[in-house]
């Protein structure tokens, strides 16, 4: 079996034209360091736009210590 590793993080990906974060995923911060950018669909605009990694901190990564 596999053993987790925490060198991937969750990154939120806001849109460039709308501002709005719709889409989530994990990226390995060892093999790219650089902010992740992707064409995706949004709904609200009904088109393809560019999505770009958020600095903001989403809550999910820190490892809360056992008492």
Do not use: C, Q, W
Request: no cysteine.
């Amino acid at each position: 079996m596999a053993k987790k590793s925490d060198k991937r993080k969750i990154i939120g990906l806001v849109s460039e034209e709308s501002g709005e974060r719709i889409y989530y995923t994990t990226k390995n911060t060892m093999n790219s360091p650089d902010k992740l950018s992707l064409r995706k669909y949004s709904p609200r605009l009904h088109k393809h736009v560019i999505f770009t990694e958020t600095k903001k901190n989403l809550g999910r990564n820190e490892v809360k210590p056992k008492k």
